[in-house]
């Protein structure tokens, strides 16, 4: 069967793909140095491979949904700026390979992770705080770099992407009620601190996409919810980030459980990407073309009516012209 298929390659954007990989690599390089101790052991090549399979497993989505998530706030701050008369189809769909790519990208790093990933090499995960410090500077600087070339392609003030006051209040609320009910007793900050990141995080998107579907007649007045969506899936990401190399430094990743909380984030990504970008479904198909079907026919037959109708015009006027 002959397939006529779109160029995925030429369409995804190589930056932000790369800038994902770098992203989700960040804590690796920090882990393969502070195991310099097991390179006689195992290899300084094989402990790398070890770092990256682990950290890819652990940020490998994440890095790719904040990427998408930039992405996607920075086009709709954008078409809002374009009148209703010129959204079109394509408009709305312009940018969807470049999203995707992204996301893609995180996928395929979490997926090379896990089949990587050795459990016969054991390395210590936690960072001294010179490298801690490293680490943070580097990963605020590869989103930095992302934010930037987003913003300057869509021209989105770089401000936009942290100041959103209903963002702050769905995100930022629940986050400091529940450090506030659950104050870590145990001593594991960090673990108590992702584990309210991510319930602050799905509730927040949960609630952008409530008012979503309450307004969803109207894509430009759902604008407006899509982008606290995708803000608060930033932010959420970022934070995820920041929280996994302190976790590295306090010595609580294992506890973290963060390969069960990507993919928390990644469901709530998807459903929410899905609800924006559904391709057409067989059914909705079909029920279109019937539609376009019947609209045909209504057509012919108004059109056949409307010849019917010039046709005894045309012959009564000559009538009358006898008389």
Not at 30 to 35: E, H, L, P
Not at 247 to 260: I, V
Not at 269 to 292: C, V
């Amino acid at each position: 069967m002959e397939m006529d298929l779109p160029n995925l390659v030429a369409t995804i954007d190589l930056f932000f793909l790369l800038n994902t990989l770098a992203l989700a690599s960040v804590p690796a390089a920090f882990i393969w140095i502070a195991n310099r101790g097991e390179w006689e052991n195992y290899g300084f090549l094989r402990c790398l491979q070890q770092a990256l399979a682990r950290s890819w497993l652990d940020t490998g989505l994440i890095a790719g949904m904040l990427n998408s998530s930039i992405l996607l706030m920075s086009q709709l701050a954008k078409n809002s700026q374009i009148s209703v008369v010129e959204h079109e189809l394509d408009a709305l769909y312009f940018g969807v390979a470049q999203i995707l790519g992204a996301f893609l990208a995180g996928g395929l790093a979490t997926g090379a992770g896990f089949c990587l990933l050795d459990k016969n090499v054991r390395l210590k995960y936690q960072i001294t705080p010179t490298l801690l410090g490293l680490s943070i500077l580097l990963v605020c600087f590869t989103i930095y770099q992302a934010l930037t070339a987003a913003g300057t392609f869509f021209g989105i003030p770089l401000a936009d992407y942290f100041t959103n006051t209903h963002t702050l209040a769905y995100f930022f609320t629940p986050i400091v009620i529940l450090i506030f009910l659950s104050i870590t007793k145990n001593g594991e900050l960090v673990t108590d601190l992702s584990n309210i990141n991510l319930v602050a995080t799905l509730g927040g998107m949960a609630i952008g996409i409530t008012i979503w579907l309450a307004e969803g007649g109207d894509y430009n007045e759902s604008s407006d919810a899509i982008f606290l969506i995708s803000n608060i899936l930033f932010l959420g990401s970022l934070i995820y980030l920041l929280l996994y190399l302190i976790s590295l430094y306090r010595g609580e990743m294992e506890a973290g459980d963060y390969q069960t909380k990507s993919w928390h984030f990644t469901e709530s990504a998807a459903f929410f990407i899905f609800l924006l970008f559904a391709p057409i479904g067989a059914s909705e198909y079909l029920r279109e073309s019937a539609d376009q079907a019947n609209q045909q026919a209504n057509n012919e037959a108004q059109q056949l009516e409307i010849n019917q109708l010039k046709a005894q015009i045309k012959l009564l006027t000559e009538k009358v012209g006898e008389v």
